[in-house]
């Protein structure tokens, strides 16, 4: 399952931070509630951040119609759409060897829109449950008017990397011996309790995979 | 202050969540602890997560020399810088109208190689307070050498937007007796315990601006 590595995949700068395997791949796009898309809109680099469901080797990204920028994507574009999830700062001795704890995976295509009714009501399902786990089941999924609105681009995980950063600072032999407090402050995106619509009937209690959302 | 709104900062699609008054914009930038900077090379789209800091109207980017990526920003290539702070999941009771709370800010312009040693110092710094506010007073600065393997850029904020989404989900009217939770849930970025590097002296215990940690 691993993907051959070509000259944009190749970590150069920290190399032992490279993944190429896709199961590291795959589990940071599953994991990250967005990303953002880099593509050209007249010769410019213009980025949007929208949401992704991982479907197999398929990424798809969801954009809107109305969006002047998402209409830039539209026939075979070429992009560049990242990912990152922040795991920690990383305090060293030094300013210069500062870093942070992340997973971030970048993925280069071509995007492909996705027409085809079928496959364009499962990606939203996928988009949907991505979010929020098994909510596809439980809402109005959309109609033929709302189906229109929404523009879904899949985008092939053939050429993707990962690049991983874990562990505490890396400083200069020297510097250890500074009084300087180092170490890693780890951070996770934690959800809150949740806030029912003021409109909601008043008798609907919030799904068990709302109460006790991970990722 | 607020900037003049061009035709790339104009918010098209829901141009009720648009925001050009600089206030704004700086919260956003100084509350993010990275961004995504889109650029060219070889004339295909290219993301760099990486960090930033504002200092008055430049915001700063931190890149190495050793990065064959960042080598492309050097000589005033045009980017688009994307920071984007998640708020909170967005459920509705129909697929289409789910939605994310988020403050984000998009900066267009052109990259200033930061070459003046003075000016280089002082960005430095500022990355390093951006992170972990006071933290640049307290550490080693860095070495001439070090300084030589630092990339900083500068963007202007001349030409930046910010878009926000807050609050309940918008659904068809039809839709609000659907037997559907709906609402927010709230997500925060949260400080974990602090991590000693292993190799510190056990006499110091962590500053209060890592154990109180907070954007």
Redesign the interface.
């Known amino acids: 399952m691993d993907e051959p590595v070509t000259p944009?995949t190749t970590v150069?700068?920290h190399p032992e931070r490279g993944a190429y395997d896709r199961a590291t791949i795959d589990a940071i796009l599953d994991e990250a509630?967005?990303c953002?898309v880099?593509?050209?809109v007249e010769g410019?680099?213009?980025?949007i951040?929208t949401?992704h469901a991982r479907s197999g080797d398929v990424l798809y990204v969801h954009g809107?119609t109305?969006?002047?920028?998402?209409r830039a994507l539209r026939d075979g574009a070429?992009?560049?759409?990242?990912v990152?999830l922040?795991d920690?700062?990383v305090?060293?001795?030094?300013?210069?060897n500062?870093s942070?704890n992340?997973r971030?995976v970048?993925v280069?295509g071509t995007t492909r829109e996705v027409t085809d009714p079928g496959e364009k009501w499962e990606a939203?399902?996928a988009?949907?449950d991505h979010?929020?786990h098994g909510?596809?089941g439980?809402?109005?999924?959309?109609d033929e008017q709302?189906l229109k609105?929404?523009s879904i681009f899949a985008v092939s995980l053939a050429e993707a990397s990962a690049k991983v950063r874990t562990g505490?600072?890396k400083d200069r032999d020297e510097?250890?011996g500074?009084?300087?407090?180092?170490?890693?402050?780890?951070?996770?995106?934690?959800?809150?309790?949740?806030?029912?619509?003021?409109?909601?009937?008043a008798g609907?209690?919030?799904?068990a995979n709302?109460t006790r959302?991970r990722r």
């Open positions: 944009r150069r700068r509630l967005y953002h880099a593509t050209l410019s680099p213009r980025i951040p949401i809107s109305a969006s002047r920028t998402l070429e992009v560049c759409v990242a990152t922040l920690g700062l305090l060293a001795r030094s300013a210069f500062h942070m992340y971030s970048m280069y939203q399902a988009l949907v979010v929020v909510r596809a439980h809402v109005r999924m959309p709302e609105q929404t505490p600072p510097d250890y500074l009084p300087v407090w180092a170490g890693e402050l780890p951070l996770r995106l934690e959800p809150q309790d949740p806030i029912a619509d003021p409109r909601l009937d609907l209690p919030p799904p709302v959302y």
